[in-house]
């Protein structure tokens, strides 16, 4: 049946699709085949890829990014009485982690409506002689200016953790911090299902998250098996955060292919920002458009007033979903029940009057016409 521009109706336009076919379904049935099925020789190569694909020393896989951050977090030491610096622009888990090993986070705000990236002088604004640690966020898919977080970490003795679920991929993207740390879950840019990776440069780190990963346990499963070990030990209270090898023959599948989603990502993404300069000038597409991104959201700000919940409906109606990204952290109730009411302005600003459309590789051209027409009509009425 052949696409048709006039009425989509036949067609949801979701906002994250994940682009999985005969490739993954081969690599799937070979780790079933070969009758070991985690902690393998398939979680090691993925392991080996990504890192290499990064150019960064380590790479710990495990069950999730949030399990990531938290594994680093307690790797690193950060516990009761510490504060951990967190950007409120982002989803839940960031700032979870820290009541995880016991620590308390601080919401830091995004340094505009324009540039939507936690802000380094009101970090500065929160330092406490308590703040441990601090996790930026490379929202959207932009990278934060890692060299200065670098040096402000390091002049305050901090540890800093990339929260680098948005850009797996990405030039740049974990070299910064003491650990980065990388999500697979269904709608990110390459995807295990369910899944995530620690980068780190510091070998006895990345010991001591592998270590924690599995019970705190001195060998694993497979070394046991091949005879380098006979029994083990058990040195730190640690977690089941480990990823099996279905996980991992996905995932060294969907890297292969990560460049070249990233490209149509960012390609689509460059076609949004036109045609919305064109159409709707009063729509605007944070960060600069020449900065590189792997366009994990197509985040646009509508103007103030703008109602934004009739305009999703609408667009529903359409058959084009959207999303907000994200509801800020500080504003949730467990969060306000825990640390009250948090002044964040620009955060505040920003997410009441962001919309994230579709993105994601199987879009095509036509469809984000459609998208941005649309969006602009439902703009108009
Ligand atoms: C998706 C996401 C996470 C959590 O990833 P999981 O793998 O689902 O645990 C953390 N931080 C950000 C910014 C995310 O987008």
């Not at 069950?63 to 839940?92: I, R, W, Y």
């Not at 890297?255 to 000038?281: C, M």
Request: glycine share 8%; charged share 25%.
């Amino acid at each position: 049946m052949k696409k048709s521009n006039l009425t989509r109706v036949d067609r949801e336009l979701s906002l994250s699709d994940p682009v999985i076919g005969e490739d993954e379904c081969v690599a799937l049935k070979e780790v079933i085949q070969s009758g070991w099925i985690t902690m393998g020789e398939m979680v090691s190569r993925f392991e080996r890829e990504f890192a290499q694909v990064h150019e960064c020393e380590h790479a710990v896989a495990v069950s999730s990014a949030t399990a990531g951050l938290h594994l680093s977090l307690a790797a690193l030491g950060v516990g009761s009485g510490d504060e951990v610096l967190v950007p409120s622009l982002t989803f839940v888990a960031t700032a979870n982690a820290a009541w995880y090993v016991g620590a308390t986070p601080v919401f830091v705000d995004i340094e505009s409506v324009e540039r939507p990236q936690i802000d380094l002088n009101d970090a500065r604004r929160k330092l406490s002689s308590r703040t441990k640690a601090i996790v930026i966020v490379h929202y959207g898919g932009w990278l934060c200016p890692v060299d200065q977080w670098r040096t402000f970490a390091s002049e305050h003795g901090l540890f800093i953790l990339e929260d680098a679920a948005h850009v797996s991929g990405l030039n740049g993207a974990g070299k910064s911090g003491d650990a980065a740390i990388f999500s697979f879950y269904g709608n990110k840019n390459m995807t295990t299902a369910e899944g995530g990776m620690v980068l780190v440069g510091n070998e006895e780190l990345a010991l001591t998250i592998r270590r924690l990963r599995s019970h705190g346990m001195t060998s694993q499963t497979l070394d046991r098996y091949e005879g380098h070990a006979f029994t083990y030990d058990v040195t730190d209270l640690g977690y089941n955060y480990r990823m099996d090898d279905l996980r991992a023959a996905l995932g060294l599948v969907q890297l292969g292919k990560l460049s070249s989603f990233n490209k149509l990502r960012a390609n689509l993404l460059k076609q949004y920002r036109d045609e919305l300069l064109l159409k709707a000038s009063d729509v605007n597409v944070p960060f600069d458009k020449n900065e590189e991104t792997t366009g994990h959201l197509c985040p646009v700000v509508l103007p103030r007033q703008a109602p934004r919940e009739d305009i999703m409906l609408r667009l529903r109606k359409m058959g084009i979903h959207s999303s907000i990204h994200y509801p800020p952290v500080h504003r949730f109730t467990y969060y306000e029940n825990k640390l009250g009411v948090q002044n964040l302005p620009q955060t505040d600003e920003y997410a009441r009057h962001e919309l994230s459309l579709p993105l994601h590789p199987g879009l095509s051209r036509s469809d984000v016409i459609y998208i941005v027409d649309r969006l602009v009509e439902s703009l108009g009425s």
